[in-house]
């Protein structure tokens, strides 16, 4: 009875904190080679952006190095944050108040590498799943904007453990892309099965100063550890790419749909 009663709380627990865990992580069935997401056009200046994230600090931690690029070159880079990371599942978090912070902290990362806007879906944090809404509002970011590219979470290979938020992110923004039936690059992150990697160790320390631009979530020690723990992350896809510091993305070209 006692044990049956602790693995119930256990489940409970696993159930109700937003992370989720694969005992044996999804990776491709078919080869999964080098590919160029089209590299000249997407640092030419010329290429529209759109990223999609699940929380305010997503696009600092996961591809701070590769918006710098874009940035330096002038891309034209929108963004759609699906929540607001205002932790409202947490018992005692005063989630108006963060949001309103995380608000301000998502525009002021934006500006620093000159987003041209931020739409804000207002979902709830730690919360999401899979709905035609989330779907509807992506796509009409992407039929606003007509991006070459798309930046999301791979929410079909993620890595083992990750925030279902990312995971549920990730899906529908590549539903509203193919739904879109508009010829572009799909760039995910935070993937089990990168296929291009971007040197970014150029932007390393522009990366690290887009952290800390999110003071409400990483500050004092806590920040030290958070840039050592994105560091490893960069040092890790560089090992496996030949440069010192990279970012690696699981990269798929959707072509025009007839």
Not at 189 to 205: G, L, S, V
Request: glycine share 8%.
């Amino acid at each position: 009875m006692f044990y049956g009663g602790f693995l119930a709380l256990l489940w409970a627990f696993y159930v109700y904190q937003p992370y989720e865990f694969d005992l044996i992580p999804k990776k491709p069935n078919s080869a999964n080679p080098p590919v160029d997401p089209d590299s000249k056009l997407l640092f030419s200046g010329r290429a529209k952006v759109l990223i999609v994230t699940a929380h305010p600090d997503d696009s600092s931690f996961y591809i701070g190095g590769l918006i710098t690029r874009l940035a330096g070159g002038r891309t034209e880079i929108h963004q759609v944050i699906c929540t607001d990371g205002d932790k409202g599942y947490y018992p005692f978090e005063d989630w108006k108040e963060n949001r309103r912070v995380r608000r301000i902290e998502a525009l002021n990362e934006a500006s620093a590498w000159g987003g041209k806007d931020v739409l804000f879906l207002g979902r709830p944090d730690g919360r999401m799943r899979p709905s035609p809404e989330i779907v509807t509002s992506i796509l009409g970011a992407i039929e606003r904007v007509r991006p070459d590219y798309i930046l999301c979470f791979d929410g079909e290979f993620p890595e083992r453990m990750s925030h279902r938020d990312h995971r549920v992110s990730g899906q529908m923004a590549m539903e509203a892309a193919v739904q879109s039936g508009l010829p572009l690059w799909v760039l995910m992150f935070q993937t089990n099965a990168p296929n291009h990697f971007f040197d970014i160790t150029d932007q390393w320390d522009a990366k690290q100063a887009l952290l800390t631009i999110h003071k409400s979530q990483f500050y004092g020690e806590h920040l030290t550890g958070i840039i050592g723990m994105v560091e490893s992350r960069a040092e890790r896809d560089g090992l496996r790419s030949g440069f010192s510091l990279a970012e690696g993305l699981r990269c798929v070209r959707l072509e025009r749909r007839k």
